[in-house]
């Protein structure tokens, strides 16, 4: 496997349910990233983790639970979801906190999970 | 408030032709500027990027230009292929920061 890795790819859940989504970068980064994307809206920054640290939570409401183990796993714990939660929700990594390197290449993306929340 | 704006849902182009998108800001500590292309079912990836430093970075067919006093950057693909059917994102940080903020994207698509 290489890159960025992302598990389900599609999920439907009930709103009392509890469920978890995987990422899984095999780039040697330091930082990941949760990323949401609802229809017809910018992607919108969840949380930042460097090092295994939470550095940012862009006031995401407590039924959205990260964990980051390991520099190379990181998980987001959905529980009493609603209907609204229902996006796209795209990991990222980096190699550090926004490294500006001569290619500009910064954040890798993962295919993302489809979320749908009955 | 949306700091980074996409004001085309999406643009259609001949093959062969420029394909021009466009992405205006609000804050002026931006000062690093990313384009992200996205296929259907897989996430963005980097395409090209330029520094405030600058007001033209080239790659290829791919270059996006940054008007500083008009806080306006834009993605110019020429010649525009079929294989560049996606959407386009634009991304903008300030220095010190260690997010991206994104506009809501750009649905290109080039017809043969």
């Known amino acids: 496997e290489t890159g960025v890795t992302q598990t389900p790819r599609h999920l439907v859940m009930g709103m009392t349910n509890k469920k978890s989504l995987k990422c899984e970068q095999h780039l040697g980064h330091n930082a990941m990233y949760w990323y949401k994307q609802s229809a017809k809206k910018p992607l919108e920054l969840m949380f930042v983790?460097?090092?295994?640290?939470?550095?940012e939570n862009n006031s995401v409401p407590s039924r959205f639970s990260p964990e980051c183990p390991n520099s190379s796993h990181l998980f987001l714990h959905l529980h009493t979801l609603q209907p609204e939660d229902s996006a796209l929700y795209l990991c990222a990594s980096s190699q550090g906190l926004f490294v500006r390197r001569a290619g500009g290449e910064t954040q890798y993306f993962g295919p993302g999970t489809r979320l749908l929340v009955l | 408030d949306q700091q980074v704006k996409q004001n085309s849902p999406s643009l259609s182009v001949q093959e062969g032709r420029i394909s021009i998108l466009n992405c205006d800001y609000t804050?002026?500590?931006?000062?690093?500027f990313l384009w992200y292309k996205k296929y259907p079912a897989e996430g963005p990836t980097f395409l090209i990027s330029?520094?405030?430093?600058?007001d033209k970075n080239e790659d290829g067919r791919f270059t996006v230009f940054l008007n500083k006093s008009a806080k306006h950057l834009s993605l110019h693909i020429v010649p525009s292929q079929p294989g560049d059917s996606a959407v386009y994102f634009c991304a903008a940080s300030a220095e010190g920061a260690q997010k991206l903020v994104f506009g809501q994207g750009t649905r290109l698509t080039i017809n043969p």
């Open positions: 983790y460097n090092f295994k640290e939470q550095t």
């Open positions: 804050n002026s500590m931006f000062d690093y």
């Open positions: 330029i520094s405030s430093i600058k």
